[in-house]
């Protein structure tokens, strides 16, 4: 095959035993990899708990990875989320789903429970399963400077042993897969990590009609203001957006009861690049680098750890945000999740960062210590302890990132029906509500907004199963794409086409929520975004959301999805995207 | 949907694409809305929404001369229709032709690139977010054609190659150019600005009077103004006519990225403000400027087919540089060609682009300029053509 190798790896720690999958082609053609295939391998045990052992955790692959495809070095990492009970999956960067695609592999299941702390070694077709007695406990970074001759590197920190629900995945010591508590998945496992280093080759069908392809993606790239501009994020990362955002009146500020933070001028990208004086780096095989390390080799926080350690918790001490998402990704904790639970718990108590360090906080979570108990359960179960649970800003219990919804309707839509719960990157509006690409939309309606939704989850499902980066469709479409995809793989698709697979992957994905009781109840966003605020001081801040209009737009959305008014998926619905008999 | 529906059409007809009621103009949300729900051509564009992923279709026989060219480049052309203008290059990579209007012959086309010229029957463009979508790219298509057409009788004329039928299109289409625009437009507001009001104001004015002048349609083009260490720009993604709440303000201390949402061409405005110290900048793509720019007399060049990158000669026409440079900030980015070209000159012509021109108090003598140098490349144009 050209683009997939045709191997999928399965790990049974129980019996501590592994197997080689070769499925038909047409399983591949089907789901493409990445998101969609492991999604495939997920759907017959979903409604088992996250820490059964028969639950697997999936580590997925695309055919452009291991190939000179743009932004083609990222991979999905899939389970059962811990936190919210929903499909749980994180497209993440670095190399290892470049390792794994040269070790041979499309993907690997993991399934059992090692009956002590594992790491699983790969190199190219061989296989081991060593102890990690010793390195129980050991942060990510110290993880990676023992691994550090073993290639691509998958680990988990202190908080996934503690049992801390929003724990991480971390990637070559700086790539999270920081959403849904991936970390957690491995934790029941009782594997503290997973290296991975091979030196074959992907084949390419047309190597020519691929420099082709991906030079016209270069050409639209290089003239994309948000990815390569003066501003963009190549220059200074996903925190390029924190002026935007503010300027906007969208910052979540001290747990979305504001939409402005007064010190945002301070805090801003320019201003950590001043103090940090990073340099650039980023996945295997992308050319717009957004990653950016400081000189002391700590990461600059990405746009949302940047906004949520700041304006979300009202911190204005730039260090303590360095020092805050350093902290999470040592200790493997997901920072959108980690500084919401914190700004919930100062609304509830009280305190703020003033009062209250946010260091010795998130340090409590880690170690589940004091209140760090409950913290790190997540704000949604510490707020419903509370006795308050509207104050955790969440949707299917994962916390909201740093958009307020109330500044862009298409990202309210996209909050409430994403299939993972409050996430952004699913059909991420911002592109048009905010960054104007391919087109400005009216940020302010939700007219059109629901098909404009269901057709970019399709899009973004392609991307995370490509796998390519999600940004990069800032600048190209899957027009471009199915060029490359064609290239890679001999296969003559369209756009068009692969969108119907995106539109299959997503329904998928609704099947799986559905079967564990998600309806349009859980479809929905915190009160507090359709009440008058009480604490609004600005007359430009955007008013409250409709919520006959939110409904409508929601119900328009089934519509377009093909599920029932109850936003359940249809017999019919899931019949005509194949997904019946596979 | 209605309002949103005639705000389009309303776009399409000030930019000269449409002139008459014939366009269809499709929107779909849970349920499809029509600009004409009474059009029988509805049945029979209603299927492109249930096979494609598409939200927003635009129907339309264009305006004159636009149809009489793509009709004649539809008929002529084996395959695709492939222009070389920097749009095509970017954004369109080329420009399909259906055989008929039905929805076999339309959809293999349209799985594929976002436009197809209907042989007889006009332009079919979608999108896939707005209506916005396929009005632009409606425009790039008519735009791409005119450039083609023009770029490619000369070159026929020049080599000999012009026979009967070509005579006689060239001959109908020139008949059918709108005039000259005028030279001396309606005055702009006078300069220096410091205030921002001011500067605003002033942005907004000149980009609705180059629309209103013809110059260019209006998503063709971009514009700044420097006061106070701040650069205003318009936003990328903007119409030059409906600027106002679409100018981004850019400190050039580099310590806001506010710009992120800035024009493509920020880069170049900026590089254009160090390098030369002028304070307005007007940037635009007028057809015969980006005509004459491919215009190239070399023979057996080595870098034909790389002229938009990296062109080795100093080129000129009517005494206007022509540099290469793509848009954006590439290696081959136009911010690294043009600034330098400006060092001393009011104007430069980007190859297959557009046109920059520049003045250190307003935009006034930008305008001027910038109708001058298309003016010139209008009269060198037929010159050419007459000359053979």
């Known amino acids: 095959m050209f683009g997939w190798h045709g191997k999928i790896l399965r790990i049974d720690l129980n019996r501590k035993s592994f197997q080689i999958d070769t499925p038909a082609p047409e399983l591949f053609h089907k789901f493409i990899g990445g998101r969609g295939l492991a999604g495939h391998f997920l759907k017959d045990c979903i409604t088992l708990s996250y820490d059964d052992p028969k639950m697997p955790v999936l580590f997925f ?27 749980g999956d994180s497209s993440v960067g670095g190399s290892f789903g ?86 957690l998945n491995l934790a029941s496992k009782n594997i503290k990590y997973i290296t991975v280093k091979g030196s074959g080759k992907t084949l390419v069908a047309d190597p020519a009609g691929l420099k082709t392809a991906g030079e016209d993606i270069f050409r639209l790239v290089s003239a994309s203001p948000a990815l390569m501009g003066d501003y963009g994020i190549s220059k200074f990362g996903t925190g390029a957006l924190y002026d935007l955002m503010d300027a906007r009146h969208m910052m979540p500020t001290h747990n979305f009861r504001k939409t402005r933070f007064d010190h945002a001028s301070l805090m801003n990208a320019p ?27 700590r990461p600059l926080p990405e746009f949302e750890s940047m906004s949520h350690f700041s304006a979300l918790i009202g911190n204005q001490d730039m260090d303590t945000v360095m020092t805050a998402n350093h902290f999470c990704n040592d200790y493997g904790v997901d920072t959108i999740t980690a500084a919401a639970t914190i700004a919930c718990y100062f609304e509830l108590t009280g305190k703020h960062p003033a009062t209250e360090n946010v260091i010795a906080l998130l340090s409590d979570i880690v170690f589940q210590r004091g209140i760090g108990e409950q913290l790190g359960k997540g704000s949604a179960q510490f707020a419903e302890n509370f006795g308050f649970p509207q104050s955790s800003m969440s949707v299917k219990r994962l916390e909201l990132p740093a958009y307020d919804p109330r500044g862009a309707y298409g990202m309210a839509m996209a909050y409430s029906v994403s299939s993972r719960g409050g996430c952004h990157l699913r059909a991420y509006p911002v592109s048009h509500e905010i960054l104007r690409k391919p087109v400005p939309t009216d940020r302010f309606t939700f007219a059109g907004k629901a098909r404009i939704i269901k057709l970019q989850e399709d899009v973004n499902a392609v991307a995370d199963s490509l796998t390519a980066c999600k940004f990069i469709f800032f600048a190209a479409t899957l027009e471009e794409y199915a060029k490359v995809y064609s290239a890679v793989t001999s296969l003559n698709i369209s756009g068009q086409e692969l969108m119907k697979i995106g539109e299959r992957i997503c329904y998928q994905e609704r099947i799986m929520n559905a079967q564990n009781g998600f309806t349009a109840k859980d479809d929905d966003l915190p009160p507090r975004f359709f009440k008058e605020s009480k604490n609004s001081d600005d007359e430009k801040a955007p008013k409250p959301i409709n919520r006959k209009d939110f409904l409508k737009a929601r119900d328009a959305y089934y519509v377009v999805r093909g599920l029932n008014e109850n936003g359940m998926p249809t017999r019919e619905k899931a019949e005509e995207l194949g997904l019946l008999a596979s | 949907m209605e309002d949103i529906l005639k705000t389009y059409l309303n776009k399409m007809a000030r930019n000269g694409l449409i002139n008459d009621g014939s366009a269809l103009l499709g929107l779909a949300d849970a349920t499809l809305d029509w600009s004409r729900p009474d059009d029988p051509a509805c049945k029979k564009f209603a299927p492109l929404f249930d096979h494609l992923n598409i939200n927003a279709l635009i129907f339309a026989k264009p305006a004159e001369p636009y149809w009489t060219i793509i009709n ?90 012009l026979d009967a039928d070509k005579q006689n299109i060239f001959e109908s289409v020139t008949a059918m150019l709108p005039s ?62 409906d600027l106002k709440g679409y100018i981004d303000p850019v400190p050039l201390d580099g310590s806001s990225c506010a710009g992120m949402t800035a024009s493509s061409e920020l880069s170049a405005h900026m590089a254009i403000i160090e390098q030369t110290g002028c304070r307005a900048i007007l940037h635009g793509h007028p057809k015969f400027s980006v005509i004459l720019s491919m215009d190239c007399d070399v023979e057996c060049c080595e870098h034909r087919g790389n002229c938009h990158k990296n062109c080795p000669y100093d ?73 053979g």
Do not use: W
Request: proline share 5%; with cysteine; glycine share 10%.
């Open chain 1, 61 to 87: 692959t695309g055919p452009l990875v291991n190939t000179p495809s743009p932004t083609s070095g990222r991979m999905t990492i899939m389970s059962k989320s811990p936190l919210t009970g929903t499909i």
């Open chain 1, 98 to 183: 470049t390792m794994l695609k040269k070790a041979g592999l499309d993907g690997i299941i993991i399934t059992g429970c090692s009956d002590h702390l594992c790491g699983i070694e790969i190199f190219d077709d061989k296989i081991n399963i060593v102890s990690a007695r010793e390195l129980a406990g050991q942060t990510v970074s110290g993880l990676n400077r023992i691994l550090k001759d073993k290639g691509a590197t998958a680990v988990i920190g202190p908080a996934a042993e503690n049992n801390v629900r929003f724990s991480s995945i971390v990637i070559d010591d700086h790539y999270a897969a920081g959403r849904m508590g991936l970390g």
């Open chain 1, 271 to 297: 201003a950590f690049h001043q103090r940090y004086a990073p340099t650039n780096t980023g996945c295997r095989g992308c050319h717009i680098r957004c990653k950016k390390i400081a000189e002391d080799g």
């Open chain 2, 72 to 161: 004649y480049l539809a008929r002529t052309s084996v395959g695709p229709i492939t222009p070389n203008d920097c749009e095509t290059r970017t954004f369109l990579h080329d420009l399909p032709v259906a055989g008929n209007l039905s929805t076999e012959a339309l959809i293999p086309i349209l799985q594929h690139r976002k436009s197809a010229i209907v042989k007889n029957h006009g332009i079919v463009t979608y999108g896939t977010v707005s209506l916005e979508q396929p009005f632009v790219t409606f425009s790039s298509v008519c735009f791409a054609c005119f450039v083609k057409f023009f770029s490619d009788l000369l070159h026929d004329a020049k080599s000999g190659h």
């Open chain 2, 180 to 241: 000259p625009i005028k030279k001396n437009p309606p005055a702009l507001s006078n300069g220096p600005f410091t205030r921002e009001s001011n500067v605003l104001n002033a942005i907004c004015q000149t980009g609705k009077q180059v629309v209103d002048l013809e110059l260019v349609d209006s998503s063709f083009g971009n514009i700044s103004y420097c006061a106070n260490d701040i650069l205003y720009i318009s936003q990328t993604g903007s119409f030059l006519d």
């Open chain 2, 315 to 387: 080129r000129d026409v009517c005494a206007i540089p022509i540099v290469s440079g793509e848009v954006g900030t590439g290696p081959y980015g136009l911010c690294r060609t043009v600034p330098k070209a400006l060092h001393d000159r009011p104007g430069v012509i980007v190859y297959g682009h557009g046109v920059f021109t520049v003045d250190d108090t307003d935009f006034n003598r930008a305008l001027h300029k910038l109708i001058d140098i298309e003016q010139q490349c209008r009269i060198e144009y037929f010159k050419k053509f007459l000359k």
